[in-house]
């Protein structure tokens, strides 16, 4: 555990970067809620806030008064323990709290536990704010990938900024060839002292049968001749619930290409551009990379391959799909109450990725990092990388 001074600094990092994330955002980009998996930024900055102010305030200094008695019920998000709350596709409906009142909710709790924490050493206190720390991290990726979609769905197409760049270091990613990693038995898990989630904890051994993973993610001139080939049209290449659902939703091109007079285009966070095809793909699901990966004949690793293998490459620049169905480790316990609700009741009908992305905050990922999404969900930055077998 960190020290409570590089705890406060950490804290308080964190809390401006958020921030410095909506600066570039217009009043009315704040509120917007297009589609139920996609929140409003206004909605983020008091999430985060409420957690730290129900968590660790509200229930550990004597007489904390609340900023607001309503906005537990405003921002709160999924914990039922907790309380209740306005449902997920109605956060786009709050024109009230208003933004400059949203923020003066995260001014007031910051200085709160700003000065609580200056006061107080308990290692569980520390140990809650470390956690709170890591969770407005998630929400600061999640902003980024909203916000992109809440601008990228805008007829207008209008840039978030000059500066965010979508594939960086991609030139050097992009090392062709496979690695071999040989039959054997290998321990899956974080191990160490530092911050993780539970849901990566139950270290434990798999076996493994040889495998060869590719040291380069899938790029957009690889998938432009996925769909060329008219592999949005094969249905051998689909699950069946993938194959519904290309044809319920008119899939054909991964999440803000868009064709213009034959050419296609990406909308991305400095605005809509032809394709770099060097760039590996991105905004994929995971129906999709598994069609690909048919078409290619070869197929996705699980996330213990993935895991073992990962000093073999270069990753971070998209989250990887893996085969993995998200479930728990052998002897996982969820932590007991209300934050119990944070990864274990959701181990049902996700997969797996591995990596991180172009969104991820600075420390905030690590070999082990287990996040998990529906596979029809492409907002994120999303890609893949192949296996062949021996």
């Given at each position: ?6 705890l ?8 401006s970067?958020?921030e ?8 009315e ?22 957690f ?42 709050l024109?009230?709290?208003t ?20 006061e107080?050493d308990?290692?569980k206190i ?11 991290k998630?929400h600061?990726?999640?902003l980024?990938?909203?916000?992109k ?11 978030y ?7 960086p270091?991609?030139d ?5 060839g496979?690695?071999?990693?040989e039959?054997?038995v ?18 434990h ?15 957009n ?6 769909i ?18 290309i ?6 091109a991964?999440?803000y ?5 034959e050419?296609?285009?990406?909308y ?28 290619k ?9 993935w895991?073992?293998?990962q ?7 998209r ?22 609700e944070y990864n274990?009741?959701f181990?049902?009908n996700?997969k ?19 996040n ?8 994120q ?10």
């Amino acid at each position: 555990m960190i020290i409570t001074d590089n705890l406060i600094t950490s804290f308080l990092r964190t809390r401006s970067d958020t921030e410095e994330i909506c600066a570039p955002l217009q009043i009315e980009d704040y509120v917007i809620q297009p589609i139920v998996d996609v929140s409003p930024p206004k909605w983020h900055l008091g999430h985060t806030t409420w957690f730290f102010e129900e968590f660790i305030l509200s229930k550990y200094v004597p007489g904390f008064e609340r900023f607001h008695p309503e906005y537990a019920y405003v921002f709160n998000s999924y914990y039922e323990s907790v309380g209740k709350r306005v449902i997920r596709t109605d956060r786009g409906n709050l024109s009230r709290p208003t933004v400059s009142e949203v923020y003066e909710y995260r001014d007031y709790i910051t200085s709160h536990l700003q000065t609580f924490l200056e006061e107080n050493d308990d290692p569980k206190i520390r140990e809650l704010v470390e956690i709170g720390i890591h969770h407005e991290k998630q929400h600061q990726e999640l902003l980024i990938t909203d916000i992109k979609f809440i601008l990228g769905n805008n007829p207008l197409f209008p840039k978030y900024n000059d500066t965010f760049s979508e594939n960086p270091g991609f030139d050097d990613d992009q090392i062709s060839g496979y690695s071999t990693v040989e039959e054997g038995v290998y321990e899956i898990g974080y191990e160490g002292n530092k911050f993780c989630y539970d849901n990566e904890l139950g270290r434990h051994k798999v076996f493994l049968r040889e495998y060869t993973i590719a040291n380069a993610l899938v790029t957009n001139k690889e998938y432009l001749e996925f769909i060329e080939d008219k592999g949005y049209e094969n249905s051998l290449l689909w699950h069946a619930e993938a194959w519904d659902w290309i044809h319920t939703d008119n899939i054909k091109a991964p999440l803000y290409w868009h064709k213009i007079d034959e050419q296609y285009h990406q909308y991305t966070l400095q605005g809509l551009k032809t394709i770099d095809y060097t760039a590996p793909v991105t905004h994929i699901s995971f129906y999709e990379a598994f069609a690909f990966a048919q078409w290619k004949g070869e197929r996705l690793p699980t996330e213990f391959e993935w895991e073992t293998a990962q000093s073999l490459f270069k990753w971070g620049i998209r989250w990887e799909w893996t085969e993995s169905a998200y479930s728990p480790y052998p002897n996982y316990k969820k932590a007991p109450g209300a934050l119990g609700e944070y990864n274990g009741k959701f181990m049902v009908n996700q997969k797996v990725l591995r990596g991180g992305s172009v969104a991820t905050p600075r420390d905030h990922t690590r070999p082990t990092y287990r996040n998990f999404f529906h596979p029809h969900l492409r907002w994120q930055f999303t890609g893949l990388r192949l296996v062949k077998d021996k």
